[in-house]
Every structure is written in structure tokens, then in C-alpha cells.
């Protein structure tokens, strides 16, 4: 069992920067990949962001490369996603999520298992 707590969201204007941390319970947290997703009002969720379990690997969704970066701590069983120039249509509910499936379907919503309860990101322009 894994449980992931999201936190880091908030109000910013167009520009700005944020970071989330996706902080998770469980021994074998290290063998999940961790992705980030997120939600707009009326939309689909979508994929942000993964991270491998031990490869260092990490995917960026087009919407957000160069924008966005992934990262994982060991140490501290938690992942990050620090955002910067953040804009408008960021707008959203952000998730972490987590999996043991193999790389090549990381985008998947379908192949995560657990989730956290998301946390809010609004952009103003």
C-alpha cells in the first residue's frame, strides 16, 4: 500500500512559480514510478509529469517541457514538480499518482493505482 499527500498549491499570477511535493508512506515507495496529473474544470485529466522508480528517467508532457521539472528525493520518499512560468491554462487540480508499470505507458491514466487527494493551482493572468 501506498498513500501520497500533495502539497505546494496555491494562487499565482501569470510568470510565476511553484513547487509540489507529493509525499508518500510505504517501504517500497523507491519501486514506484510517480507521475504528476492534472485536471482543468470540464476536462479530462491529464499526464504532467513521471518519474522512474531507479532509473533517474524522467517524461514531460509537450504542454509543460522546459516549464516543469520532475524530480524524486529517496531520503525523504517524496517527489516533486517545480514549475515555473506558470500560465493561465496551468490552471488545475494537481495529482501525484503511482504505478509499477513499465515505462513505455507512464502517460496512462489506467495504469496507476494510487492517488492522492490533489491540490489546487490557479493562475491569474
Known amino acids: 500500500q501506498v498513500q501520497l499527500v500533495e502539497s505546494g498549491g496555491g494562487l499565482v499570477r501569470a510568470g510565476g512559480s511553484l513547487r509540489l511535493s507529493c509525499a508518500a508512506s510505504?517501504?517500497?515507495?523507491?519501486?514506484?514510478?510517480v507521475a504528476w496529473f492534472r485536471q482543468a474544470p470540464g476536462k479530462e485529466r491529464e499526464f504532467v509529469a513521471a518519474?522512474?522508480?531507479?532509473?533517474?528517467?524522467?517524461s514531460h508532457a509537450d504542454s509543460v517541457k522546459g516549464r516543469f521539472l520532475i524530480s524524486r528525493e529517496y531520503a525523504k520518499n517524496t517527489v516533486y514538480l517545480q514549475m515555473s512560468n506558470l500560465k493561465p491554462e496551468d490552471t488545475g487540480i494537481y495529482y501525484c499518482a503511482a504505478t509499477t508499470t513499465r515505462w513505455g505507458l507512464v502517460r496512462l491514466l489506467s495504469q496507476y493505482d494510487y492517488w492522492g487527494q490533489g491540490t489546487q493551482i490557479t493562475v491569474s493572468s
Open positions: 518519474v522512474g522508480a531507479d532509473t533517474g528517467m524522467t
Open positions: 510505504g517501504r517500497t515507495f523507491s519501486t514506484y514510478v
